[in-house]
């Protein structure tokens, strides 16, 4: 590794820094070597109602797999987040709030979100929501989806968010596996100029048969749109809020109850609801977002993420509220109206910190430094990435016209599953390379394996895995815990199986190179290529799909279809367009295949199994190295296959 790739550390943000290079290095000593002390002390960070005196009683045999944080301690999620801070900051901004149109803008400060909270906990509880229960948010990027998720968790109900950008069955398939009986939504969200119909989608959800269990919708008020309404079933947000008293007691929870439910796709079946529960996702969430952005009091921080995915849970609400940090919250998208709006919120907001995603990134560098000519960014100091691997390129450019060359880069791996933050630099510790998330957060034990389950030593290529647990953890797939070891237990035994690759080179830094499973990464979000390819089947002219990624210069990958029709269909651009349409409509947008090759078959084993490496590597455009065709029940599909495809870049 050249030297020209590193950039170090400079003295005066170590001086500053909460954690520097010699700090690092002895915490994450300390953390390998005792464990148990160490979370003992770290886990203070969390106000508990009844202490804990157990700390770490974890197993990942998958004969014998149990992960327990904490567990004879109690708390509430919400307290943490606000009870705890209302002396000292009562009166301090906790959400600062943008829409869509910049001309509308919120602030609530830590007394009044709490009174909000509260308020809605109360309206919850009206409406028969109990401690355990299930609750469904499909919510605009407004403060009330905080509000709505605190509310739940100060009186012990499971949030379970579904993203506004997924569709009526996505919603519903969330909701049956949930048995949410309550729903809470808008009438509609604003995002990039659009309208968003999200109780229309609700409703279509709803009339799905097999969702028997909601009784309730709770629905606010955000464009006054026209909306469908059900009198016995559909309640506004305002009238339910607006009569309840302002003063909730939280829940006394112990450390392993559940906090949420966040769905995500994995290589096979339906999207897997994954379990965290409050304790140890607290101490987690809350300590990583304090070190790996080295917050520090006072500091305006931005979370590009919505509050559907993983991101938006940790390191927009759970994380930075614990921490008692004012947070940004933007209802759009950062590059509208214009590409200059990202550079125009942090300057209008005086963001110190800003956490965003790699394809937002591209596609910003793809408008050209021009757009940032008016950007001061003299605020800023410390910048994130996260969600895919982000290419040395983008960094540099985020580095420079974001960054200003003077803000320290933290590329955060992590996953839904890993609740936080895993691997990633400090901004006062770790001397950062373009492309590479660096080194371990405390208390993480990563390794890489061959496909045996080798662990390998040194500068090397391999399966990520992780040795140990951390308090972040998932502790279970809702309703399915054979589900979970299977998934992540089973692979490599005795280890935790991230589904990603990884190399590590000579000073011990992982570079993740992506998925070796058939998950695919479209800008930053994630999907199984199962769920794709069954959508397409469900169409009436399509007989059999294969569905890949392929690398795309501004979303990391785009979707790569390879459809065959049935008999009596015909191929046309029409056909193709439908069923783009049909995907989307069956999953959510980010889900349309960018590509779809019409084929007339696909290479299989003759034992019938699709080999989807040759798939992967003509959808790529690599097609002179595509490896031993022999095996497969007739080779000559290959070079139809080539010859016909999409991607010529
Ligand atoms: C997958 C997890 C973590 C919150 C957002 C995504 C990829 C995530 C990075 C990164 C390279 C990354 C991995 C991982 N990923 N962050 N910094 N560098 N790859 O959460 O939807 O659960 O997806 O995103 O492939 O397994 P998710």
Known sequence: MSTQSLYKVSDSIAADAHIN?????????????????????????????????????????????????????????????????LETRGDKPAIIWEGDDASEQRTLTYAELHKEVCQFANALKSQGVRRGDVVTLYMPMVPEAAVAMLACARIGAVHSVVFGGFSPDSIASRIIDGKSKVVITADEGVRGGRIIPLKDNIDQ???????????????????????????????????????????????????????????????????????????GYMVYASMTHEYVFDYKEDEIYWCTADVGWITGHSYMVYGPLANGATILVHEGV??????????????????NILYTAPTLIRALMAEGKEQFEGFDGSSLRVMGSVGEPINPEAWRWYHEVIGHENCPIVD???????????????????????????????GVQPALVDNMGNILEGATEGNLVMLDSWPGQMRSVYGDHERFVLTYFKTFRGMYFTGDGARRDEDGYYWITGRVDDVINV?????????????????????EAAVVGYPHDIKGQGIYAYVTLTKDAQQSEELRQELRQ???????????????????????TRSGKIMRRFLRKIAANEITNLGDASTLADPAVIDVLIESRLNRS
């Open 21 to 85: 290079n010699e700090k690092y290095k002895r915490m994450y000593q300390e953390s390998i070597v005792n464990p148990e002390g160490f979370w003992r002390e770290h886990a203070q960070r969390i106000d508990w109602m009844t202490p804990f005196t157990k700390v770490k009683d974890t197993s990942f045999d998958d004969h014998n797999l149990y992960i327990k944080w904490f567990y004879d301690g109690t708390l509430n999620a919400s307290a943490n987040c606000l009870d705890r801070h």
């Open 523 to 543: 800008s930053g979000h994630r999907l199984g290529t199962a769920e794709v390819e069954s959508a397409l089947v469900a169409h009436d002219l399509v007989a």
């Open 334 to 351: 950062p590059n509208y109206p214009s590409p200059a709006r990202l550079g125009e919120m942090i300057d209008r907001h005086k963001v």
């Open 412 to 442: 955060t791996w992590w996953q839904t599953e890993t609740g936080g933050i895993l691997i990633t630099p400090l901004p006062g510790a770790t001397d950062t390379k373009p492309g590479s998330a660096t080194r371990p957060f405390f």
């Open 582 to 604: 049909w995907v989307r409509k069956e999953i959510g947008a980010l889900a349309t295949p960018d590509l779809i090759q019409f084929a007339g078959g696909l290479p299989k």
């Open 205 to 279: 959800a709803l009339n799905n048969p097999n969702v028997t269990t909601v009784e309730r919708v709770i629905v606010l008020k955000r464009t006054g749109g026209d909306i469908k309404w059900e009198d016995n079933r559909d309640v506004w947000w305002h009238d339910v809020a607006a009569t309840a008293s302002e003063h909730c007691v939280a829940e006394e929870m112990n450390a392993e109850d559940p906090l949420f439910l966040l769905y995500t796709s994995g290589s096979t079946g339906n999207p897997k609801g994954v379990l965290h529960t409050t304790g």
